[in-house]
Antibody
């Protein structure tokens, strides 16, 4: 069974940093593009970033470019999202999702940016 | 970035009804479009990919159509569990973009 489990969310002050992790199991992790998608409270879905199976190709939304960094460790079946210079508008549930047309999603981890 | 315009933003319907949700892309995206269902407090669930292919395990009352810039999601014979919010997503190129969502409510 495919499982994606996010962790690392929490409360952080504006300007602070947070690192999210997504642990994958039940499939050959190294074969899949991985994504982060977020959803602000009461709002719609927003694609944040994607990383190819090898890690060679990485894409970011303009809203996070230069502040967020996606990475992966295929030996540990994990993908990460390093978030720096956080803003209040980054507050959201962050979902990890598998595939180029994301077909499996984790349950999400809540990030709250507030003073 | 490609803009996805989804309509309507909300929709009231009854059990047994047929409903249609549309997404229009600001440029051609071939058939690189997915439809997702999301219930409160839950992760999105993929229903349709490649515009018209039903994801495994999804009931056949869901169907998708379209190519290029105009796409539709149709739900035949609405069931109580179908009341949720629906999103389209273009995965034609980066940055991926979602539609604004359609909240399907019980009439």
């Amino acid at each position: 069974e495919v499982q994606l489990v996010e962790s690392g969310g929490g409360l952080v002050k504006p300007g602070g940093s947070l690192r999210l992790s997504c642990a994958a199991s039940g499939f050959t992790f190294s074969s899949y593009t991985m994504n982060w998608v977020r959803q602000a409270p009461g709002k719609g879905l927003e694609w944040v970033t994607s990383i190819s199976s090898s890690g060679n190709y990485i894409y970011y939304a303009d809203s996070v470019k230069g502040r967020f960094t996606i990475s992966r460790d295929n030996a540990k079946n994990s993908v990460y999202l390093q978030m720096n210079s956080l803003r209040t508008e980054d507050s959201a549930v962050y979902f990890c999702a598998r595939g180029e047309g994301p077909e499996h999603w984790g349950q999400g981890t809540l990030v709250t940016v507030s003073s | 970035a490609i803009q996805m315009t989804q309509s309507p933003s909300s929709l009231s319907a009854s059990v047994g009804d047929r409903v249609t949700i549309t997404c229009r892309a600001s440029q051609g995206i071939r058939n690189d479009l997915g439809w997702y269902q999301q219930k409160p407090g839950k992760a999105p669930k993929l229903l349709i990919y490649a515009a018209s292919t039903l994801q495994s395990g999804v009931p056949s009352r869901f169907s998708g159509s379209g190519s290029g810039t105009d796409f539709t999601l149709t739900i035949n014979s609405l069931q109580p569990e179908d009341f949720a919010t629906y999103y389209c997503l273009q995965d034609y190129n980066y940055p991926y973009t979602f539609g604004q969502g359609t909240k399907l409510e019980i009439k």
